[in-house]
């Protein structure tokens, strides 16, 4: 479906829990207030058009947009989140307040590129699974920016990828700092988290040898996360171990384009990466020209 032709935006937020996330962006900007645009007078108007000056996945736009009219401007959109842009595009038209259209300038900028090179870069790596027909999840990892998760997996999402959890609340992880709390008794890790979880709530273990796997799906987990562990690895414990349908497999740490493809024919079910969040290969660029 074209995301124009959606009923909502992905993981939509009320509008009000939405502008107050925004507006404490735009104050930070603004701190005492505008100085620059003093010298315009207060209640010129003007017209202003957004362009792209590179290639990607368009994320922000909503966001952009939303800080704009949020501030009187009118908006017109020309492409919407999720959809292809070139250099050189018309992305949002804007007409109002003159001082309004500059002080909302920077921060629904950087809202654009930011997100576009998430949802860029996201795209970029999904292409290159399924051009290899691989049916591989990507997915993002919960290292994020602060106050910012929720944008950064969103874009991840319009860029075809799984945001995977959002927050702390979503679903168990095991981690190594786990499981020394428990003396490495995966066993016993495991039967005291299924006994204070809900039925609703899956869990995953986070392993770094066979051993471990094993042991992690004969106790119940519902996601077995291979940590740094090299392709090879991976499929040599995945051909040794009969594996129940439901059991998912991850795979993370230290994934990169280069390996990708290795990574999804060993033949685990997600690939999970903080690099397209905090390195992202393609970066995103716009400008706002006033006319």
Do not use: C
């Amino acid at each position: 479906m074209d995301p124009k032709d959606s009923p909502s935006q992905p993981f939509p937020l009320p509008k009000s829990i939405l502008l107050n996330k925004l507006r404490s962006y735009l104050e930070e900007d603004v701190g005492f207030g505008d100085i620059t645009t003093s010298i315009i007078p207060a209640t010129e108007n003007g017209q202003a058009k957004i362009f792209a000056k590179s290639n990607g996945i368009l994320a922000g736009l909503e966001e952009a947009a939303l800080l704009f009219e949020d501030n009187g401007i009118i908006v017109k959109k020309f492409i919407h989140d999720g959809e292809n842009f070139e250099k050189g595009d018309l992305v949002m038209e804007l007409s109002g307040n003159l001082r309004s259209i500059l002080m909302v300038e920077r921060t629904a900028l950087d809202f654009l590129m930011k997100l576009s090179s998430i949802a860029s870069s996201t795209h970029e790596l999904v292409s290159l699974l399924r051009d290899q027909d691989l049916k591989t999840i990507l997915a993002a990892t919960r290292k994020t920016t602060p106050g910012f998760a929720y944008f950064e997996k969103k874009a991840v999402f319009l860029g075809g990828g799984d945001p995977h959890r959002w927050n702390l609340s979503d679903m168990v992880l095991l981690k190594d700092t786990h499981l020394k709390r428990y003396n490495g008794n995966i066993a016993e890790l495991l039967k005291v988290t299924r006994e204070l979880t809900s039925f609703s709530k899956k869990i995953e273990v986070e392993i770094e040898n066979p051993t471990d796997f094993k042991t992690a799906v004969e106790f119940g987990a519902d996601i077995v996360m291979m940590d740094n562990m090299s392709p090879a690895a991976i499929q040599k414990t995945l051909s040794e171990i009969n594996i129940p349908s439901h059991v998912l497999v991850e795979a993370s740490g230290n994934i990169t384009h280069e390996t990708l493809i290795d990574y999804a024919r060993s033949g685990v079910d997600i690939i999970s990466t903080s690099s397209i969040i905090f390195h992202p290969h393609v970066k995103s660029d716009f400008s706002l020209r006033l006319m």
